[in-house]
């Protein structure tokens, strides 16, 4: 009798046990989310951040359909490089000077909300000039070397033929451009000054892109670039779809997929 008394207590503690355990395996659930939210939130702030490509202008190194990865750490911290630029830095902190011929995203300067993507071509102190569609930086144009022209469809299933250019930058950075036009309107420029602490952008396909090229004010532009409101440097696209992909055709997801742009490098 002794023994049955013991049984029956033994199984009143437990089951009287049960609900604080259900509501600790609860709080523990809840810890663990806002665990991976908090780490999840640190990696986008200082580590990587993603971001897709909605236009033409860095073609061909960037397609339209194009998820890339944008390092923070390789410039430094801003505002620009946090969600929703809380005003808690004033100024940048571990900076880092940007290399010409980068390819980097940042806020627009007139309107911190829209992203932008483009090629450092100035640097502070730099003088800039387009002479026949050929950048020129302080006074030396840059070399070039004209390749087969090609024939290329847009994200608007348009069919065109585009000129084609390697150009070497000063520091040896080479990369391709398109040149659809022999006389764009930005095709001859007069000679920017970079100002200190800004930096001259400019895309890689030259008669589609508004950079800094062209006056925020009067031309929609860019312009130039502050430092401040750069957020990161492209580093890798990690996948790409092209213009069939649909959300909710899920097949196409497999279909329209650049396989051979997964895990691709970007110069």
């Given amino acids: 009798m002794p023994e049955n008394t013991n049984s029956e207590e033994i199984i009143e503690i437990q089951t009287s046990a049960m609900p604080p355990k259900e509501e600790e395996s609860f709080w523990e659930i809840l810890k663990t989310i806002l665990i991976a939210l908090a780490i999840a939130l640190v990696l986008r702030i200082f580590v990587f951040q993603p971001f897709n490509i909605p236009s033409e202008s860095m073609r061909p190194g960037l397609l339209v359909g194009d998820y890339l990865f944008v390092s923070k750490w390789d410039y430094g911290y801003s ?29 627009h300067p007139s309107d911190s909300k829209t992203d932008y993507i483009k090629r450092v071509i100035g640097l502070p102190g730099d003088r800039i000039q387009v002479v026949g569609g050929q950048v020129v930086i302080n006074g030396t144009p840059v070399p070039r070397v004209a390749l087969s022209p090609s024939m290329i469809t847009d994200n608007f299933g348009n069919t065109m033929s585009t000129n084609r250019w390697q150009e070497t930058l000063p520091n040896g950075k080479t990369y391709m451009v398109y040149d659809f036009f022999e006389a764009a309107p930005k095709d001859n420029t007069d000679i920017y000054v970079v100002p200190v602490g800004n930096y001259f952008m400019m895309g890689d396909n030259r008669d589609n892109s508004t950079d800094s090229r062209f006056n925020p004010r009067t031309e929609n532009g860019v312009g130039y670039v502050p430092e401040a409101n750069i957020v990161g440097k492209a580093r890798i696209v990690l996948l790409s779809w092209d213009e069939r992909a649909r959300i909710h055709k899920p097949w196409t997801w497999f279909t329209a997929l650049r396989y051979d742009r997964l895990a691709h490098a970007i110069n």
């Fill in 79 to 107: 505002r620009a490089s946090i969600p929703f630029e809380p005003p808690i830095i004033k100024n940048r902190i571990l900076s880092q000077p940007l290399r010409r011929g980068d390819v980097v995203v940042f806020k």
